[in-house]
């Protein structure tokens, strides 16, 4: 169990800037901060934090809550995960009852993927730092490399010992189970049944998922043997996605933010050696061709990426491969060629760190000017294969969402292709067209479960008072701990007010009636409730809906008055006529369902003299319409 007064420290300390700053870039706009959501894939911002409320929400997927909540949502964790999450980050103590391994990997499946990679990834380093084995082959080939140690020990780099079960012996004595060994890919099961070690006798490179936890390994073997594969994987569990990962992300994350790029790379050593060169903005695709996943990774810290890659063929034609997907996401692309045989690795280690940054700044080309340079060089002069270039150079642009970015690459691609800029913008245009009618022709995929801007739109009438109802609930949310003073009444906390004022209203929205209520209940017991005490609430409908409500995807513009001269009433500029109208827009409502009820009545009613009597109350409650109306027409007019 977890004390009530470390859960409130850890959530009255985390702040939600911060914590969803670490998984996404955030800028700020007015009084709140905005970026790309993390969950569902979009290219303009709707996710939208604020700091004063200590809550996220995105009004393209829905998603809401507070930094625990994100921390649950995006990274799959429990609640208790979650806190222990954000204890670690605040440096907050955090106190529980002791498990056994045992009880640890019964917590659950993932979990156990979690607990058994953090031994594993224990379990390598302790080989290599503290086994002769592994100070001898494992230490000494990453120094040879040139790594510093701060470097090994930052990245958790180790040594799996060459026996077929060193590993798994030593998981078995402290108890962890066979199931996890196997399912995280740390063992394999020969044909005989037997369990053998999948690294034996490789050095390791764990890989990190966004918080740091380990959800992987990388193996490389330090034999000669061409029969032996040079690198081995983990293979894909219920944790690691390798199309979903970046290695070095965890360490990176927060110098792409800074530096508004991403050097991409292709492997282990060249984010190790890069990093170690002080240029800490640096990933890698994990040995596989680059992913739509791991570009929209790179899109929620920056929109520039720069592709470092070797001269040779293969990365060359690596290059042209992922290009098209990253212009697509619409992030801006930049090249950068080793030649003579060189990588980032080993350029930074022959030549040192200042070369490198030296050669980085001199060498990066745009995408236009490396693409079309390759093709032409292997075109020549055969105008067959130019008009090929120029076509294929033109697919690339015609990827880019902007238009204006498309257009301007469009007219150097016509500068260096000695073409006119006019065919080019036609056939960008037919591209663009031909596009645009097969996606017509085909049904859109449903991205989401929940429509564009929930509770945000303007609904069609209905007999729901849904909408009225939801108006009252947001007005006690946002403004329910202010003071009134209109008509005599001064010094009342405009909760109070609100739920006196409809004492003779029934709710129907289940939600809303929840909340109403816990106003009620708290006021009787001389507690006004908060809207955190909502958002924060463990019945996650109500959190959802308090989170809905007090968060708005639109701000005003201060030009509507500075330049255009064009006053717009801001609600809390007149708090009378903002909530006397909640009030009575929701009666009204009230009283046109009766009318109506009581009209359906008189309709089926056979008897004149019942008639009567219905009609007769008809016109009381008519009455009382009216007389709503009026003082309804008269607060929103003064």
């Not at 994990?286 to 040779?312: A, C, H």
């Not at 000695?418 to 995929?445: D, T, Y």
């Amino acid at each position: 169990m977890i004390a009530k007064e470390t859960k409130e420290k850890i959530i009255e300390t985390a702040r939600i800037e911060e914590v969803v700053g670490d998984f996404v870039q955030l800028k700020k706009r007015g009084t709140s901060l905005i970026g790309l959501c993390p969950f569902h894939n979009e290219k303009t911002p709707s996710f939208n934090v604020s700091v004063t409320k200590g809550i996220f929400k995105c009004f393209g997927c829905g998603k809401g809550g507070d930094s625990l909540q994100f921390i649950m949502d995006h990274e799959k964790y429990s609640y208790p995960e979650a806190l222990k999450y954000l204890a670690a980050k605040y440096h907050i103590e955090f106190e529980e009852t002791e498990h056994s391994p045992e009880q640890l990997i019964a917590d659950n499946n993932r979990e156990s993927l979690y607990i058994i990679s953090a031994w594993a990834g224990k379990f390598f380093q302790n080989s290599m730092w503290e086994t002769e084995e592994g100070k001898n082959i494992g230490l000494s080939y990453f120094r040879e490399r040139g790594f510093r140690d701060e470097i090994i020990k930052k990245f958790e780099l180790g040594y799996s010992p060459d026996e077929w079960d060193a590993l798994i012996k030593q998981a078995t004595t402290e108890s962890y189970k066979e199931e996890f060994i196997l399912e995280s890919g740390l063992a394999i099961r020969n044909d005989k049944a037997k369990l053998y070690d999948r690294f034996r006798g490789r050095v390791m490179f764990p890989i990190h998922n966004f918080t740091g936890r380990i959800i992987g390994f990388g193996g490389r073997t330090l034999k000669s043997d061409k029969n032996i594969p040079k690198y081995v994987n983990s293979p894909e569990s219920d944790i690691y996605h390798k199309s979903n990962v970046l290695y070095g992300l965890f360490h990176a994350k927060k110098a792409i933010r800074d530096e508004d790029n991403c050097y991409l790379v292709e492997g282990y050593a060249d984010v190790l050696s890069v990093h170690q060169a002080g240029v800490e903005n640096v990933v890698a695709s994990s040995g596989t061709s680059l992913t739509i996943e791991q570009i929209r990774l790179i899109g929620r810290f920056t929109k520039n990426v720069s592709i470092l890659y070797d001269g040779d063929d293969a990365g060359i034609k690596a290059s042209l491969r992922g290009l098209d997907m990253i212009l697509e996401e619409g992030l801006n692309v930049k090249i950068v060629l080793f030649q003579d045989g060189q990588d980032p690795d080993s350029y930074v280690q022959r030549f040192g760190s200042a070369a490198f940054k030296t050669y980085i700044a001199e060498n990066s080309q745009d995408f236009i000017l490396f693409k079309t340079s390759i093709l032409l060089k292997d075109a020549g002069n055969d105008p067959i294969k130019r008009a090929g270039v120029i076509r294929e150079v033109v697919e690339s642009i015609a990827k880019i969402p902007d238009n204006i970015k498309a257009s301007v690459f469009a007219r150097e691609c016509s500068s260096l292709m000695q073409i006119e800029e006019r065919v080019l913008i036609s056939e960008l245009n037919k591209m663009r067209l031909g596009k645009q009618k097969k996606a017509s022709q085909s049904p859109a995929p449903q991205q989401f479960e929940t429509p564009l801007y929930p509770d945000v739109l303007v609904e069609p009438y209905t007999d729901s008072d849904e909408w009225q109802e939801k108006e009252i609930v947001r007005l006690l949310l946002t403004y329910g701990h202010e003071l009134v003073q209109w008509d005599g009444i001064t010094d009342t906390y405009i909760a109070p007010y609100v739920i006196a004022n409809l004492s003779d209203v029934t709710f129907e929205h289940q939600i809303c009636l929840k909340i109403i209520e816990a106003y009620k209940t708290g006021l009787e017991k001389g507690h006004l409730p908060t809207e955190q005490d909502f958002i924060r609430s463990p019945d996650h409908e109500v959190a959802q809906m308090a989170i809905s409500l007090v968060s708005s995807p639109y701000l005003l513009s201060e030009n509507w008055y500075a330049k255009r001269k064009i006053f717009v009433r801001n609600e809390k500029e007149n708090m009378r006529v903002t909530i006397l109208g909640g009030i009575f827009h929701l009666k009204k409502r009230k009283v046109e369902h009766i009318l109506r009820n009581i009209m359906d009545e008189i309709q089926n009613e056979p008897d004149h003299d019942n008639q009567s009597i219905l009609m007769q109350r008809y016109m009381r409650v008519k009455e009382v319409e009216k007389g709503i109306s009026t003082y309804l027409g008269s607060v929103i007019l003064k």
